[in-house]
């Protein structure tokens, strides 16, 4: 049954963009392909800085910098929780 829960966490996050966390250069294809399917404790290096970083924080800077993302972010009102 293991085997089968890390095959549906990597089919997962396969179409997450990767976005290097120290220079915010994204992934080449070739880094993409080959990183896509990688889980969160894994390395990749950065082609344009060399820096060396887990998928996760790959993904997270990817995730975070989405112009869609920002973008919705500004947009939304603040709700309060209180009322």
Do not use: I, Y
Not at 9 to 34: D, E, I, M, Q, Y
Not at 44 to 66: H, P
């Amino acid at each position: 049954m293991s085997w089968l829960r890390h095959l549906v966490l990597r089919w997962g996050a396969r179409n997450f963009s990767l976005t290097c966390p120290h220079c915010r250069h994204p992934a080449s294809s070739s880094s993409f392909k080959r990183a896509r399917f990688m889980l969160g404790d894994e390395k990749l290096v950065c082609e344009e800085c060399g820096e060396t970083s887990v998928v996760t924080f790959w993904r997270f800077e990817g995730l975070s910098s989405r112009p869609d993302c920002t973008e919705a972010r500004r947009r939304a009102p603040l709700s309060d929780s209180r009322h």
